[in-house]
């Protein structure tokens, strides 16, 4: 850590979740570029809001699933069959059928690793320490707060985009100045 | 002969115990670190402290003892000089122990890791004939009940580790029954005795012999020793005999009284009634009989000497071997050989004179005159009737000389008298009978204690020396022996002393002033007569390993001649015997290498049986009380008498009968139990001739109604066999000298109570399922519907992409099996007897572990080898039929499939491979296995060996540790040896060159061991049998095993053909 | 951070497992490269390389049985009663000689206890002495040279070929196969081939 | 047992509510999060100490067995399995609720989950570890059961892949490790709201360090919606694949009794009956204790009914067909198991107990006297579980005990440690319960959160009280 680049953000809070997303909407039509929401649970429509791509954690789960699938045959193959061939009770030494289970396994289960490490990785997380937590207010973002921040360039006068979002609704306007990831 | 063994190494040639060409092994290093002591305090924790006079006071005084140094010291073998342990007896003995611990154990602790720093102790002085690594073979032989049995003992750098039958003697051709195999185990037994004493004082042995030598001198000078007797087992043994020869000329008014706890009191009455008083031998050849009737004889059992004759039955029940023998039984509770009956005649002892005479008034001849005089002693009972006249028509029918009765021994003399009259009259004397000169000369049984017990009683006796078996055990309680030699019920007891030689200290130890630990046979030399005489030379294979004295050099001392060892006194014996022939050094070795002492048959009888004799046995005989219970005693399959009680094996070993383990019973059959309101298990008060005593009661389909059969041997109490003790109930307590084997008037009353029985099998119907096939000939040669059914079940064809989706593995020669073996099995289930041989065999080839009862009562005996005895028909009179099942080695094996480590898998030669090392103990195999084969070390069953027991362990198996499976590998150790053997030497596996350690043994050869790729084999031959089926066929297993359909041979009279079929199984 | 954390959370298992398994296939636990003192200073250098004794001649059991055979004594008597029987090294020898007790060696070769290893049958398929235990003429105390894994048996039993050489350099120490990969190649199929090698991988080959 | 005031005031009519209607999100907030702040009560020591008793004898139990042998069980020749095995499965059936209600009505879009959901993958955790244990457990030799995992290991040999033990393995440590991902992730944002409602540093730390640095980002949310419905997904047939898997232990052999082709579906069924019983049995006190009432319904409670009215239907079709095979296929050996063995053998009590439980039980479910009345349906659920435990007893011991050859046939009883060691994972299970309602939020808080944002806006299109209860027909993602 050792980059001291400052980051700094406005951040204002809304009383209802439709409000939020309002704003939200609002203030991306307006140009700003790079905002994001925070709440304690998904607000409807809040991804259209904020204009998000599409997720990309499908395509890794299918490529998880994918991989462990092709491991898992491979692997019982070679095992059985080409490294070690045993007469197991006359069984064919190539025995498919019998590779099923384990193969939908570790399909499931490189799907769900690719699942939770997708989500950990586009999210950036694990993430102790964020400059947001800094703020004691914003703390009722996980619990029963509307919150949508605006990057701000270090530096910069924030009064401009701080009456934008009072006009837009908020409750409250802070703005945050931390370390830059 | 199969000569599986064929290396005949080791023939002894120099003269001094030191130069026995065996390793001298003892667990010496053991015995400092005071084993001795540990054995003593282990039976003193044991001993019952309510025990009379004999208990802990007398073991704490010996523990305080036996810890000082100078007493182990003292009680170091102190042989006389000459005699003393070789120079060499040290340094073997010692890399024996560490080599116990390494090297030869190989196995002992299976399944651990890597052991570090471990000792290798190379002999200083390699043995000639040893080769480290691979296995001695020496012939010997075991005396039981005065017949010698040949042995051939397999040693492993010194230590004996498998006993087999002698295939150069005449009566074992190989095979070995359950005793003698088990008798290795005696010979390890940790709680044998070890210590010479007098009264409580460990003496010297050095201290006894002058003892003995000065009473011997004292007692000849004084009146020639009328006041000494002997109380010895029958004296089969040349070289007893002499020595016997030779006390009495210097004691000529000394006595030898012969007994041991099986006797041939009534057959030799008989005998001799017939033969003016010669002692005479009935010898039979069952190969020539066609009907055989059985009074109450069942001489299929497995004492060695009814080893030759089951071999010689077996052969006739083989349809390949020409027409099939009948065999008629008439017996009170279910024998062995009632089991291979064709028809079996459920009676009470005391009937089967009744049966006997019948025939023999029937057969007329000298037997009508002796059944006259039977007449008003038995009367046939109606229902029997049918029975006798089917029997009776069948040996008229016969081919004079064609048949054959024998009688039981435990039938009085007067039924062997109408046996033998009536096979006079069959014309069978001379054909099936020989008579032969005894070779036992003397009067033996409880006459003889009787007299002996008279003379103390009379004050007639000072010494008294015993080497029979524990007599205060084994004889009738009502003998008064044990009176006379308990210091507590004897006031005169001061005047005897008590001189007695055992491998224990047993309930006989306890009243004698002088305990002598006697020498095992196989740590000493002795030699010994067969029933029909051929002379067996026993050679020791180890040195003694609790300081035990030969019996031969114990009587000895009694001579004050110059000390000499039992070998030496042997072979001064036989060179004295081989006077005049040249080269005595050549046959000596001959003999000892062989085991057997070539033309040493005994003679024919002098003249011809004289029935006029006999008549009085008959009408001397007095009927026993008729009414109630009718009580019988037998001789146990498992411990004999009791003198196997100590063996953890035989105990462990299932009845074949009953199946039952570490226990006897009251046994009864179904109607009288219900009659009695008794279930299995329940305990009934037994009230005899005034006698009392609570009994277990177990119930067996096919006992005779209203009798109740009890099996001697048990309850032991002897001090120091751990083993042994408490199991059981003592029968003895209520026999009578004067019935000792049946009689009348007994009665069973329920009392409160249970006590659990320890059974390897619990449910005896087949539930008409096709398992242990059975059928007369002719229904296999004509089958029925029904057994056309049957027969399709278990041996038609698994046709491909029909009953069978697995494709075959090619097992013929070629890359997938490049040495080109298919290993098989076969079981004729007409030859199988039950006799249990081939479970012993298996148990000491296999290490396999004992489990004790509790673990037993639960299901987890691990003997491989199980008989299975199915009882088919009515309860109360049924038909037995046996059935050996091990692993089957099945090409299609459900354990393997299911077994997750591959730690059950196929080998080349499609042996179903069990790897104990690599074995989680998932116990999947086991479920999915139709067999149930298999078997699991629940617990550490091997954990409390002594460094002297593993002494026994083949080391060519691993010891198997807790939580692996285990099960029969077809002796896969063997095939690997003779395999390497084989190809060192460039060539292929001779089929007589390896056996399974199974099929060696068995006396009938009903189990056969080859390559199946090898048509020429006698196993391929037997699967190609029209009689061979595969157990549990329709499950597409594909058996390796094959079994034989056992067919029997009724007498159409006895037996309408319809119904039979019916009972076959399938539905 | 996060891909700091993320890493180490994956990593740490993986280098745990990795490191298991080099551990087990190191010297540590094979128990390789670890010259063994002897309660005499016997070495194979001498014996075996100076004096070009075979090895036959003390370990005189390994054509017939499964064990090789440490010597006895006597072994070591029928020279050193003749040469150098006054040494000093010779000490526990003669002592053992007379007094009658083993010389307590230590085992090199430890096979676990469910491994049923037979010299006789690996000598006479032409696999030599070098072979599994070694250049033992260059080892002043004698160590394990193979690991003597099971693994490692089995690469040999699957592909025994290249592991033979003739019968009569059997005990040889220096004897290698040719250089030239064809001609070592067709020496090992000739030599299978004259001695039926069938190596076996069933596994009661060696497990009983 | 008797029910709230709260709830008793609505017509019987109309559908019972999912969220009782007088809550927002702080007050959500403040009901779920309310025990984890709070100091556990009286109630909640006792039987956490009752646990801890019994997970004294799990203790106990395996030092003793591990010490000795599997020979302190009952186990013997013929019954290689027992209660080991029997406890397996039925733990698994009982994790598979946890999955099912969370992952199938997730799917389906159940709204009713989202008050049990949490509580039951914490269940499904729960039991699937206490299920683990006796594979492991059961083994003669457990210090080398690693060898059932394929690594490269010096001997140079590898598991054996046709094992249905192997597929266990690797279905069991898949479905442990997803069920886990699945809770985790689902607690991701209720961990946050735990840190930022925490009052001390500690606290703070301590789930800031779970939360991973959760701050309800519209960016994750975004992948977390998807995240969290693809696990779901997942989840779905991986529950159905893991007691099949478990299934194919008995019938992948040749056993009378195992050998059945019934038995994957039979087995889910037995699965969903048996976890859905648990779920009744710990929810009724756990809602009590918790004062849940408001978010766990009485609604809850009587859909759960009908699943198990449902699930015990098909159980009892499985225990029918298995005896319709037997017959139709007239084999002797199937036939002797199922209308021999089991109805009249050495176990035939135990059969009877299963009938009675796993096959009329269900049915007073017709009544919805019964699928409402608290007292009853507890009583059930645990006649059920008790059931599902007999069933496994039944196809285990009594099939192994009596089959091919009767030479071999023998009797299992089973021994104090085998008790102790079922006792044990009771107290495992309890403990491990306990401390989870203590420390984490029972109720999955984000969900019922937006839930009620949902059944707000439903209520205000609508106009209408109805839409409390219809709001299950709406979408669960963006509008």
């Known amino acids: 850590m050792e980059a001291t680049v400052l980051d700094s953000w406005v951040l204002a809070e809304f009383s209802t979740p439709d409000a939020l997303v309002t704003a939200t909407r609002q203030m991306r039509e307006k140009g700003f570029e790079g905002m994001d929401t925070y709440s304690p649970y998904p607000l409807h429509g809040g991804s259209e809001a904020l204009g998000l791509p599409p997720s990309r954690v499908p395509f890794i789960a299918l490529c998880g699933g994918l991989t462990g699938v092709a491991t898992a045959l491979a692997m019982q193959t070679w095992m059985n069959t080409i490294d070690y061939p045993l007469n197991i009770g006359g069984r064919p030494l190539l025995s498919l059928p019998a590779w099923v289970p384990i193969t939908f396994e570790l399909g499931v289960l490189f799907a769900a690793f690719g699942i939770f490490f997708g989500l950990l990785g586009l999210s950036r997380l694990p993430q102790p320490y964020h400059p947001v937590f800094e703020s004691e207010e914003f703390r009722t973002a996980s619990t029963h707060g509307y919150w949508l921040s605006v990057p701000q360039a270090t530096g910069t006068d924030a009064a401009p985009v701080m009456d934008q979002l009072k006009a837009l609704g908020a409750t409250q306007v802070t703005l945050v100045t931390g370390e830059k990831e | 002969m199969p000569p599986m063994n064929t290396k005949r190494d080791g023939a002894p040639s120099q003269d001094t115990p030191s130069s026995f060409a065996l390793p001298v092994v003892t667990d010496r290093p053991a015995a400092r670190s005071d084993v001795v002591g540990e054995a003593l305090e282990h039976a003193a924790a044991n001993a019952s402290p309510s025990e009379p006079g004999y208990g802990q006071t007398y073991w704490r005084s010996l523990e305080e003892k036996l810890g000082t140094p100078d007493y182990l010291e003292e009680t170091r073998p102190e042989f006389p000089v000459g005699a003393d342990l070789a120079p060499t007896g040290f340094a073997r003995r010692e890399f024996m122990h560490l080599l116990g611990a390494s090297l030869a154990l190989a ?38 009940a005065g017949h010698t049995s040949g042995l051939l003992i397999t040693a492993r750098e010194g230590r004996p580790v498998k006993i087999e039958g002698n295939p150069d003697h005449p009566v074992n051709q190989g095979a070995a029954g359950p005793w003698e195999q088990a008798f290795l185990l005696s010979l390890y037994d940790p709680s044998r005795a070890r210590v010479l004493r ?30 000494v007797r002997f109380l010895s087992e029958p004296g089969n043994s040349p070289l007893t005999g002499d020595l016997r020869t030779r006390i009495l000329k210097k004691l000529p008014n000394a006595r030898f009284h012969s007994y041991t706890a099986q006797t041939h009191d009534t057959q030799d009455e008989a005998t001799r009634a017939l033969f003016g008083g010669q002692p005479v031998s009935a010898v039979y050849d069952f190969a020539q009989a066609d009907i055989v009737l059985s009074l109450d004889a069942d001489f299929l059992e497995s004492r060695p000497e009814n080893l030759g004759y089951a071999r010689q039955f077996a052969n006739r029940r083989d349809p390949n071997n020409g027409p099939l023998n009948r065999l008629y039984v008439a017996e009170a509770r279910f024998s062995i050989t009632g089991g291979m009956a064709d028809h079996r005649l459920r009676v009470k002892s005391q009937d089967v004179l009744a049966v006997a005479a019948a025939v023999a008034q029937a057969v007329g001849g000298p037997a009508a005159s002796l059944a006259g005089a039977a007449a008003n002693k038995a009367s046939l009972k109606s229902d029997h009737n049918a029975w006798v006249q089917a029997v009776v028509a069948d040996l008229r029918a016969a081919r004079p000389g064609r048949t054959l009765v024998v009688a039981g021994e435990r039938q009085p003399a007067a039924v062997h008298a109408l046996a033998h009259a009536i096979n006079a009259a069959l014309g069978n004397t001379g054909t099936t009978v020989k008579y032969v000169q005894s070779s036992i000369a003397e009067q033996e049984g409880l006459s003889q204690v009787r007299a002996l017990v008279e003379d103390i009683t009379a004050g007639r006796v000072d010494t008294l020396v015993i080497t029979s078996w524990n007599p ?18 004897n006031p005169n007891r001061g005047n005897l002393t008590v001189l007695y030689t055992g491998l224990y200290e047993d309930e006989t130890s306890q009243y004698a002033d002088w305990f002598v630990p006697a020498a095992h046979p196989l740590e000493t030399w002795s030699d010994g007569r067969s029933f029909d005489g051929t002379v067996a030379i026993a050679q020791p294979l180890i040195q003694p390993l609790y300081n035990g004295v030969p019996e031969s050099e114990l009587l000895a001392m009694f001579l004050d001649e110059p000390y000499r060892p039992a070998y030496q006194m042997l072979r001064d014996y036989w060179q004295g015997q081989s006077e005049g022939q040249a080269d005595f050094e050549a046959l000596w070795e001959s003999w000892v290498s062989d085991g057997a002492i070539p033309g040493t048959q005994a003679a024919p009888a002098q003249g011809a049986p004289d029935f006029g004799a006999a008549s009085a046995l008959v009408t001397g005989y007095t009927a026993p009380a008729t009414g109630e219970l009718e009580i019988n005693f037998v001789y146990d399959y498992k411990v004999f008498d009791g003198r196997f009680g100590n063996n953890s094996w035989l105990q462990e070993l299932p009845d074949p009968i009953t199946k039952m383990t570490w226990d006897n019973a009251a046994l009864l059959s179904p109607e009288t139990a219900k009659g009695l309101g008794l279930e299995p298990g329940d305990l009934a008060e037994l009230n005899y001739g005034g006698r009392k005593m609570t009994v277990p009661v177990w119930i067996t389909p096919g006992h005779a109604d209203d009798t109740v059969t009890m099996a001697l041997g048990y309850g032991r109490d002897g001090l120091h066999e751990q083993v042994a003790k408490a199991v059981g109930f003592n029968a003895n307590a209520v026999r009578t000298v004067k019935a000792p084997w049946f009689d009348g008037g007994a009665t069973l009353t329920k009392v409160r109570g249970s006590h659990k029985f320890s059974l390897t099998q619990t449910h005896w119907r087949m539930e008409n399922r096709p398992l242990a096939l059975d059928m007369p000939l002719s229904e296999l040669k004509n089958p029925s519907i029904a057994t056309q059914h049957t027969l399709h079940r278990v041996k038609s064809e698994l ?15 070629g890359p997938s099996n490049p040495q080109g073996y298919k290993w098989g099995m076969a079981i004729d289930l007409s030859r199988c007897t039950g006799c249990s041989a081939c479970v012993i065999a298996c148990q000491a080839e296999n290490n396999i572990p004992v489990v004790g009862k509790q673990q037993v009562a639960v299901s987890r005996e691990m003997q491989w080898l199980r008989i299975d005895r199915y009882f088919e028909g009515s309860e109360s009179d049924p038909r037995m039929v046996m059935q050996p099942v091990m692993c089957v080695h099945c090409e299609k094996a459900p354990c393997e499939y299911v077994c ?35 078997r699991f070390n629940y617990l550490h069953y091997t954990a409390d060996k002594t460094a002297t027991e593993k002494m026994l362990m083949n080391p060519d198996v691993t010891v198997r540790n807790r939580g692996v499976m285990e099960k029969c590998t077809y002796c896969v150790q063997r095939i690997e040896r003779v395999r390497i053997d084989a190809r060192v030497e460039k060539r292929v596996i001779n089929e007589k060159e390896l056996q399974t350690a199974c099929q060696q043994t068995c006396p009938t050869q009903a189990i056969t061991f080859g390559s199946l790729n090898d048509p020429q084999q006698r196993v391929t031959q037997l699967h190609e049998d029209e009689r061979a089926y595969k157990l549990l066929h329709e499950l597409g297993t594909r058996p390796r095993t094959a079994h034989l359909i056992r067919v029997r041979n009724p007498n159409p009279a006895l037996e309408p053909a319809a119904p039979a079929a019916a009972n076959q199984g399938s539905h | 951070m996060s891909r700091l954390s993320a890493a180490a959370l994956l990593a740490v298992p993986a280098i745990g497992i990795g490191g298991l398994m080099a551990y087990v296939r190191s010297p540590y636990v094979t128990g390789q490269q670890r010259p063994i003192e002897q309660p005499i200073e016997f070495d194979h250098r001498h014996h075996a390389g100076d004096e070009q004794i075979d090895c036959r001649y003390c370990h005189w059991s390994v054509e017939e049985s499964p064990s090789a055979g440490i010597p006895s004594t006597t072994v070591c008597m029928s020279c050193h009663a003749q040469v150098w029987n006054k040494s000093p090294y010779l000490n526990e020898v003669r002592k053992s000689f007379f007094s009658d007790q083993p010389i307590p060696w230590v085992r090199v070769h430890n096979l676990p206890d469910f491994v049923y290893f037979n010299h006789s049958i690996h000598v006479a398929k032409g696999v030599g002495c070098a072979t599994c235990h070694g250049r033992v003429d260059q080892m002043a105390a004698v160590e394990q040279a193979a690991p003597l894994t099971m693994a490692w048996c089995l690469d040999c039993h699957r592909n025994p070929e290249p592991h033979l050489r003739p019968a009569e350099f059997i005990t040889s120490m220096t004897w290698t196969p040719p250089e030239d990969k064809a001609k070592a190649a067709e020496l090992g199929r000739q030599l299978a081939e004259a001695y039926d090698v069938h190596s076996r991988e069933s596994c009661s080959t060696c497990h009983r | 047992m008797a029910e709230t005031a709260s709830t008793t005031y609505h017509d019987p009519l109309e559908p019972r509510p999912l969220v009782a209607p007088h809550h927002d999100d702080a007050t959500l907030n403040e009901t779920l999060l309310d025990h984890v702040w709070r100091k556990p009560g009286k109630g909640w020591f006792m039987l956490f100490g009752l646990s801890l008793s019994a997970l004294g004898l799990l203790v106990i139990g395996v030092t003793y067995t591990l010490a000795r042998g599997i020979g302190v069980w009952g186990n013997n020749q013929p019954v290689g399995w027992a209660f080991d095995i029997i406890n397996f499965v039925w733990w698994v059936g009982i994790g598979h609720a946890g999955t099912l209600i969370s992952a199938i009505l997730l799917l389906f879009q159940q709204k009713w989950r989202t008050s049990i959901n949490r509580f039951a993958e914490a269940m499904t955790l729960f039991a699937v570890m206490c299920a683990g244990l006796f594979p492991l457990l059961h083994t003669g030799r457990p210090w080398f059961a690693f060898w059932l ?25 898949t479905y442990l490790t997803v069920s886990a991902l699945f809770w985790f992730v689902g607690l991701i944002p209720d961990l946050a709201a735990l840190r930022d409602s925490s009052k001390t540093k500690l606290q703070r730390t301590i789930y800031g360090l779970f939360a991973l640095g959760w701050r309800g980002s519209g960016r994750h949310w975004h992948n977390y919606k998807i995240a969290y419905l693809l696990l779901a997904g997942l989840s779905t047939p991986l529950v159905v694949s893991v007691h099949t898997i478990v299934s194919f232990d008995f019938a992948v052999s040749l056993l009378p ?28 006190p756990a809602r009590k204790y918790l004062g849940l009432r408001d978010v766990i319904t009485d609604r809850h409670l009587e859909n759960m009914n009908k699943v198990i009215l449902a699930t015990g239907l098909l159980v009892s079709y499985g225990y029918l067909m298995e005896h319709f095979v037997a017959w139709y296929s007239q084999n002797q050996y199937e036939l002797w198991t199922f209308y021999v063995n089991r109805a009249t053998g050495p176990y035939a009590g135990v059969y009877w107990l299963m009938i009675a439980c796993n096959v009329i039980t269900p049915n007073i479910f017709w009544f919805k006297k019964c699928r409402t009345n608290i007292a009853i349906m507890w009583v059930a659920s645990i006649a059920v579980n008790i059931g599902m435990w007999c069933e496994r007893f039944i196809i285990i011991v009594t099939s192994l005990s009596q089959d091919f050859l009767p030479s071999s046939w023998g009797i299992y009883t089973p021994t104090w ?28 808080i984000s969900e019922v959160k937006e839930l009620q944002l949902e059944l707000k806006h439903a209520a205000h299109q609508h106009g209408s009280d109805d839409a409390l209860a219809g709001a299950g027909t709406l979408t669960h993602g963006a509008h």
Not at chain 2, 110 to 132: F, H, N, Q, W
Not at chain 4, 151 to 173: E, H, N
Not at chain 4, 418 to 432: A, M, N, P, Q, V
């Open chain 2, 107 to 144: 196995g002992a602790t299976a399944c651990s890791t890597r052991p570090v720093d471990e000792r290798i102790m190379p002999y200083t002085k390699t043995p000639p004939e040893l080769v480290p690594g691979n296995p001695l073979h020496y012939a010997s032989g075991m005396t039981l």
């Open chain 2, 198 to 227: 007098q009264g409580k004082s460990p003496r010297a042995l050095r201290v006894l012999r002058e003892e003995l030598v000065n009473a011997a001198n004292k007692a000849a000078a004084n009146d020639g020793g009328s006041r």
């Open chain 2, 472 to 489: 205060v055990f084994s004889v009738p309680a009502d003998t008064g022996l044990k009176e006379l030699l308990d210091p507590a019920t």
């Open chain 2, 799 to 813: 046709k491909f992409g029909v009953q069978d989706n697995l494709p075959a593995f090619d097992y013929n020669k």
């Open chain 2, 900 to 934: 997750p480590v591959n730690a059950t898998v196929h080998s080349d030669e499609g042996l179903n491979d069990m790897v104990y090392n690599r074995c989680v103990g998932t116990r999947y195999c086991s479920n999915n296995c139709p067999y149930k084969v298999r």
């Open chain 4, 149 to 173: 995992f394929p690594y490269p290991s010096t001997l140079g040999a590898w598991p054996q892949f046709r094992s249905p033990l192997v597929w266990d393995v690797f279905a069991i440590s």
């Open chain 4, 257 to 284: 009794g195992w050998h059945a082709t019934i038995f994957p579906p039979y087995f889910v069924a037995g699965a969903v009956f048996s976890g859905f019983a648990m779920v009744i049995t710990l929810i009724i």
């Open chain 4, 417 to 444: 440690v085998d008790w102790s060691i079922y006792i044990g994972t009771l107290g495992l299970f309890g403990t491990l319960f306990l401390l989870f309602l203590k420390f984490v939020p029972a109720v999955a």
